[in-house]
């Protein structure tokens, strides 16, 4: 089926990270017999990302102009990473049935990274319970498993969930860890156990700097200390001052008599048997106690040496963990100076440090880098602490200098220059308007830029119309009128081309430099001998070097020329 509209886009397709843009060239042209209007409009994304410099394009048949498309996702995780099937559509105003779509393939890059806290990072007791979060500070959903170890492999983990888990763009997900003994001693000393707790994301490539980086983040170091049912301290000192061997058989002989109080059966069967084996002795009489030989001393007994047994300390239970302290915002920003400033706002902290050194809970701090520079937050409470880790580049050590656009860069215009009657005096007049010219003559005398001049109805001479400015002449002719009804209008130059703007452009700190024009009237454009649109833009990739850029726009009035010098130096 034969197109009546023709779409081409360059680029096809692109990447982009939230808070940036991705500049789209879109032609179109009438293959139709007809003069149409057309409609264009981008699908596949939200309509906020989406910039069109016009919506709307008439076109003469076989005429084409050019549609700049701009796709600047807006920053923040709630732009989420992936792939995007962005459509262009235009459609013929006259017949809506009439359309022609281009296909982009648009992809978000994915910014921020993932965060990992330990609460608590010290427990004690027969079992220890961790409480592991991982917050998401990145536009998309990550899937990260959960590893735990000791280092003498002497302990059971038990994660709940026990797979890995999925934690959302902008959210955060909980994992608890109970840790005990593989062996448990009912006597012995307090052991402790370092335990290293470590997330690993599932498909990063483990060959990537990056990937490096991100795993080194997401380890925790914690402590878990094992205590016996009895230990040193839970018994008395006396008790403690008895030979192992015989302190074995008195705890022996308790659990026996334990098991005796709560088990009359048992009891029975073991008294029958203990008088088989040894029959009880006839009982003795009762032996009357001696009586005193002096009487007793007023002077009260003295106390006991022995001291009070010590408190049985009981195994510490972990209690249960409360808010953490919450960061709202912790990034390094470019000010309207070009200065870098870091800033942070914490609540629910007791405490807050960058980098070791006490700071308020929010606030805002000058940066002065000279490489890439890893940045520390740590906020406390009694719940635990918050760790925010952040890798921040120094701004590009670069000085641009530019030209400016000269201030006239097109001929003069002769907008109109006719001969005719005037409908309201009913007699014949020349008419004329010219726009851009220094001097204006008609007929080689001088005359304002804008005027008009009776005609005799017998004249039949040829009438010359000539502006000037710096950049040369334009002139135009009109024959007086033969009779009373013949006027010939002669044929207007057509204007030269305009450079309306043509300069380097730099958003932000992390952005390229970008080199941007803009022309009018021009049928065509070149940028260092090649061949580009009438509006358009160049990134300027890294490194940056010193270059001249020469941009000439062409018609068959004459030509505009512009440069722009990018010198680049260390600083």
Known sequence: ?????????????????????????????????????????????????????????????????????????????????????????????????????????????????????????????????????????????????????????????????????????????????????????????????????????EGVDEDDPMAAALAALLVRQGRYTYHPPITALTMPRWLRRLPALLLLLLLLLLMLLMLLATNKPATAAVTAVAHAINPPA?????????????????????????????????????????????????????????????????????????????????GKQALNLNTVTTI??????????????????????????????ATTLALPSIARFTAGVDPATGVFALVWRVTGANNVTLDNRPVGAQGSEELSRSDSSTHVLRAVNSLGVVQSSVIGPQGSSRVAQGRVVAPSPSIDRFVIVHERVGQPYLLVWRTSRAATVTLNGARVGATGSMTLHAPLHSATYRLVASNNGGSATGDVRLVVSSQ
């Not at 000791?150 to 059971?156: F, K, M, Q």
């Not at 912790?330 to 200065?339: E, I, M, V």
């Not at 914490?346 to 700071?359: F, P, R």
Request: glycine share 8%.
């Open 282 to 362: 006839k009982p003795a009489k009762p032996t009357v106690p001696p009586t005193p030989t002096r009487p007793a001393s007023p002077t009260p007994a003295p106390t006991a040496t022995r001291p009070a047994p010590t408190p049985t300390r009981r195994p510490v239970v972990a209690p249960t963990p409360g808010p953490l302290p919450r960061v709202k915002r912790f990034d390094a920003r470019t000010g309207s100076n070009g200065a870098l400033g870091l800033g942070w706002d914490v609540t629910g902290a007791t405490g807050v440090s960058i980098d070791g050194q006490k700071v308020s809970a929010s």
């Open 1 to 201: 089926m034969f197109d009546v509209v023709k779409m081409a886009v360059a680029p096809e397709g692109g990447q982009v990270i939230p808070g940036g843009r991705l500049t789209l060239a879109l032609t179109l042209r009438n293959a139709s017999a007809i003069v149409d209007r057309y409609h264009v409009a981008v699908t596949g994304v939200p309509a906020e990302w989406v910039t069109l410099d016009k919506t709307v394009v008439s076109l003469f048949p076989g005429e084409s102009e050019r549609v700049m498309v701009t796709l600047a996702p807006p920053a923040g995780v709630a732009t989420a990473a992936g792939d995007y099937p962005v459509a262009l559509t235009a459609t013929s105003e006259d017949d809506p049935t009439l359309t022609a779509t281009q296909a982009v393939a648009l992809t978000v890059g994915a910014v921020g990274q993932l965060g990992m806290d330990l609460l608590p990072p010290d427990t004690e007791g027969r079992q220890g319970a961790f409480r592991v979060t991982f917050t998401n500070g990145s536009n998309r959903d990550e899937t990260v498993a959960l590893h735990a170890r000791d280092s003498e492999e002497g302990l059971i983990f038990m994660q709940e969930p026990d797979e890995p888990i999925r934690v959302p763009a902008g959210g955060e997900r909980v994992m608890m860890v109970r840790v005990r003994p593989k062996t448990r001693e009912t006597i012995g000393e307090p052991h402790p156990y370092d335990v290293e707790f470590k997330g690993v994301v």
């Open 376 to 405: 520390v937050l740590t906020a406390r409470s009694a719940s635990g602490t918050v760790t925010r880790v952040l890798r921040v580049a120094p701004p590009p050590h670069h000085t641009i200098t530019k030209n400016a656009p």
